[in-house]
């Protein structure tokens, strides 16, 4: 098992930035992958950014230049840096790690609420 917590949500000025957070805890040693999607009300979760432990990065489009992810898999952590915020950007991110030991299974945090405002 692994547990998630999410820090950094927080309300911001369009073409603002923020930082989040995220660390891992429990079965680390098998996280093969960490990173982060976010859900808008009334729309479907979809993915933001994420890393493996070999720094092999996936983006959305929507964020591709703006958005950052990195990962420090020895502390079991991960951030997301985000600039250049805009109104859409307005969601519950939710922090995800993959773990592949004996099978795939994918963890989520609780979410962190990133309102970015007019």
């Known amino acids: 098992q692994v547990q998630l917590v999410e820090s950094g949500g927080d309300l911001v000025q369009s073409g603002g930035s923020l930082r989040l957070s995220c660390a891992a805890s429990g079965s680390v040693f098998s996280i093969e992958a960490m990173g982060w999607y976010r859900q808008a009300p009334g729309r479907q979760r979809e993915l933001v950014a994420t890393?493996?432990?070999?720094?092999?990065?996936n983006y959305a489009d929507s964020v591709k230049g703006r958005f950052a992810v990195s990962g420090d898999f020895a502390s079991s952590t991960v951030y997301l840096q985000m600039n250049s915020l805009k109104p859409e950007d307005t969601a519950v991110y939710f922090c995800?790690?993959?773990?592949?030991?004996?099978?795939?299974?994918?963890?989520w945090g609780q979410g962190t609420q990133v309102t970015v405002s007019t």
């Open positions: 890393i493996t432990k070999n720094d092999i990065t």
């Open positions: 995800y790690a993959r773990t592949a030991l004996i099978r795939i299974r994918d963890y």
